[in-house]
């Protein structure tokens, strides 16, 4: 449940996050509202954030759709921490978290990612770095019917390799 009001926290801030063209974005307007709620991650953020780590988490995405799992490993650290959608929950080495990324593709014939939005964000008070995405993922498998499902995943990146990540999921 605290994962998901994290998610809601910076779902909201991200959406509520609207800057007019040509606008003056280099100093930020000193935030004087009481709000009913504190954040638990952070109500601090910088968005969009960097970049480069969206494109690299998208390249992750891309590698996993096309079951290219061996090329995922140089954009992970050592060492990864993953909280599934299903309850499993995962802290260790990458090349653990890619054999079974492997064992879960390798019941597909195929799968597809629709990708809804992505976002980048920097967290100012805890200097952290995220990428955001929302997608449908469809997957085939070998023997059984098509799925299709609705996903978040919020992915956290440190000196440019990911170190942890979560998933949110919903039947379509």
């Known amino acids: 449940m605290k994962k998901l009001i994290i998610l809601l926290s910076i779902a909201a801030t991200l959406a509520a996050c609207n800057t007019k ?3 003056d974005t280099t100093a930020a307007a000193k935030d004087t509202l009481a709000y009913p709620y ?20 998208l390249q992750v995405w891309k590698l996993f759709e096309t079951m290219n799992i061996p090329a995922m490993k140089p954009y992970f650290a050592d060492s990864v921490k993953y909280d599934a959608a299903d309850g499993m929950h995962f802290y260790g080495p ?15 014939d195929s799968m597809r990612f629709d990708i809804i939005a992505w ?38 990146v440190k000196a440019g390799k990911v170190i942890a990540f979560d998933q949110f999921t919903s039947k379509n």
């Open 21 to 23: 063209p040509g606008a």
């Open 94 to 108: 990458t090349e653990q978290l890619l054999n079974y990324a492997k064992k879960d593709v390798d019941g597909l």
């Open 119 to 156: 976002q980048s964000a920097h967290l100012n008070d805890k200097n952290e770095d995220w990428v955001n995405i929302w997608a449908r993922e469809r997957r085939y498998p070998k023997k059984g019917s098509p799925d299709t499902i609705l996903m978040q995943e919020n992915w956290q």
């Open 38 to 57: 504190k954040a638990i991650l952070s109500s601090d953020i910088t968005v969009p954030g960097n970049k480069v780590y969206a494109q690299k988490v």
